[in-house]
């Protein structure tokens, strides 16, 4: 990554937050597309959308927890040589607006079937990231137009017994610190001048992973809101970000993995994330146990449940922005042999 590139990032963002962030939506942080559109789910909230073009079977990328469609810039022309790729910002993120109702799968189900409604491709593969990975799966519980769905490292933090050679009670203990540090950071107002700061974290990571810097600063501008006080945040707000942490505790994913019909691919990360700034020094045990738990795991449900297929993705939990060719091709070859190309 080139460093000039990435201090430019950083000093238009500086520049422009003033201007491009309200009150109401994200900031305007990225430049859009001539693709971007505005669809409404069904309670009216506007949801912000990125058609990425191309021809073939459609596909629905969603992003993970705090992140926007922007995590798809790099594998979505790629998808798109065989494909009609589409984008969209979760409710609450990026550019899409928030509504009264609280965030659930549910919830985010239902907008992902007002998009595909809306663009006219129902029958989508919806694939996500992270977050949006376990979206993609609920779809193939309750949306039956929705013929198959990819899961890229959406694992949240699972159960207790998946943390192996750990005793259940202290898992749990720390799965409680875990989850109250994240609601806690979820939407965190902070001043204009600490901005620069959250920039050169996003700058360090992505040279750390070798993602150009302005893929991870893209992220950070689109997500950019002003507090009533004129403070900034990083969308979803307080509100909703607590309550995506949430659904994400309350999800049985391999229940639902063990229930779904159709074609489900399911991708985990092969190298470690970077080390997460503020976490105790137990955290990075705990997640070594849970990488362990999960890869048994998902070996006996690739073994157990034909409908799921399983892949590794050499690359950390970023890879959609780290390693798009071998995302792009792994679920080209998904949707190919699911759907035909």
Same mark, same amino acid.
């Given at each position: 990554?080139? #460093?000039?590139?990435?201090?430019?990032?950083?000093?238009?963002?500086?520049?422009?937050?003033? &201007?491009?962030?309200?009150?109401?939506?994200?900031?305007?942080?990225?430049? +859009?597309?001539? +693709?971007?559109?505005?669809?409404?789910?069904?309670?009216?909230?506007?949801?912000?959308?990125?058609?990425?073009?191309?021809? +073939? =079977?459609?596909?629905?990328?969603?992003?993970?927890?705090?992140?926007?469609?922007?995590?798809?810039?790099?594998? /979505?022309?790629?998808?798109?040589?065989?494909?009609?790729?589409?984008?969209?910002?979760?409710?609450?993120?990026?550019?899409?607006?928030?509504?009264?109702?609280?965030? &659930? @799968?549910?919830? /985010? !189900?239902?907008?992902?079937?007002?998009?595909?409604?809306?663009?006219?491709?129902?029958?989508? !593969?919806?694939?996500?990231?992270?977050?949006?990975?376990?979206?993609?799966?609920?779809?193939?519980?309750?949306?039956?137009?929705?013929?198959?769905?990819?899961?890229?490292?959406?694992?949240?933090m699972g159960r207790a017994e998946q943390y192996v050679g750990l005793d259940a009670a202290y898992v749990r203990e720390r799965l409680g610190e875990v989850r109250k540090f994240a609601e806690e950071a979820g939407g965190r107002p902070f001043d204009a001048a600490a901005l620069e700061g959250v920039l050169d974290y996003q700058a360090?990571?992505? /040279?750390?992973?070798?993602?150009?810097?302005? @893929?991870?600063?893209?992220?950070?501008?689109?997500?950019?809101?002003?507090?009533?006080?004129?403070?900034?945040?990083?969308?979803?707000?307080?509100? #909703? /970000?607590? #309550?995506? #942490?949430?659904?994400?505790? +309350?999800?049985?994913?391999?229940?639902?993995?063990?229930?779904? &019909?159709? =074609?489900?691919?399911?991708?985990?990360?092969?190298? =470690?994330?970077?080390? !997460?700034?503020?976490?105790?020094?137990? @955290?990075?045990?705990?997640?070594?146990?849970?990488?362990?738990?999960?890869?048994?795991?998902?070996?006996?449900?690739?073994?157990?449940?034909?409908?799921?297929?399983?892949?590794? !993705?050499?690359?950390?939990?970023?890879?959609?922005?780290e390693r798009p060719a071998e995302v792009a091709e792994l679920v080209a070859g998904f949707v190919a042999g699911v759907v035909g190309a």
């Amino acid at each position: 990554m080139a #460093q000039s590139g990435s201090n430019e990032a950083k000093s238009k963002v500086s520049t422009e937050v003033s &201007t491009e962030v309200s009150g109401e939506a994200a900031g305007r942080a990225d430049s +859009g597309a001539s +693709g971007d559109l505005t669809c409404m789910a069904g309670d009216g909230v506007e949801l912000a959308v990125r058609d990425h073009g191309g021809a +073939g =079977p459609a596909v629905l990328l969603l992003h993970g927890a705090g992140r926007t469609l922007a995590d798809w810039e790099r594998v /979505a022309p790629l998808l798109a040589v065989r494909h009609r790729v589409l984008a969209m910002d979760l409710r609450g993120h990026g550019r899409s607006g928030e509504g009264a109702v609280p965030w &659930t @799968f549910e919830v /985010a !189900v239902g907008d992902v079937a007002a998009v595909l409604a809306a663009c006219g491709v129902p029958e989508a !593969v919806v694939v996500g990231h992270s977050m949006g990975g376990m979206v993609a799966a609920r779809c193939l519980e309750l949306l039956p137009d929705t013929p198959a769905a990819v899961n890229l490292d959406g694992h949240g933090m699972g159960r207790a017994e998946q943390y192996v050679g750990l005793d259940a009670a202290y898992v749990r203990e720390r799965l409680g610190e875990v989850r109250k540090f994240a609601e806690e950071a979820g939407g965190r107002p902070f001043d204009a001048a600490a901005l620069e700061g959250v920039l050169d974290y996003q700058a360090a990571m992505a /040279a750390q992973l070798g993602i150009p810097g302005e @893929f991870m600063v893209a992220g950070v501008r689109r997500s950019l809101a002003r507090t009533a006080d004129g403070r900034l945040f990083l969308r979803p707000g307080r509100r #909703q /970000a607590v #309550q995506a #942490q949430e659904a994400m505790a +309350g999800i049985d994913l391999f229940a639902l993995y063990r229930r779904v &019909t159709r =074609p489900l691919l399911i991708a985990r990360a092969l190298r =470690p994330n970077p080390p !997460v700034p503020g976490m105790p020094p137990w @955290f990075e045990e705990l997640m070594a146990a849970y990488v362990e738990g999960l890869r048994r795991d998902l070996g006996e449900l690739a073994r157990t449940q034909p409908q799921v297929t399983v892949a590794g !993705v050499d690359g950390t939990h970023a890879m959609a922005l780290e390693r798009p060719a071998e995302v792009a091709e792994l679920v080209a070859g998904f949707v190919a042999g699911v759907v035909g190309a």
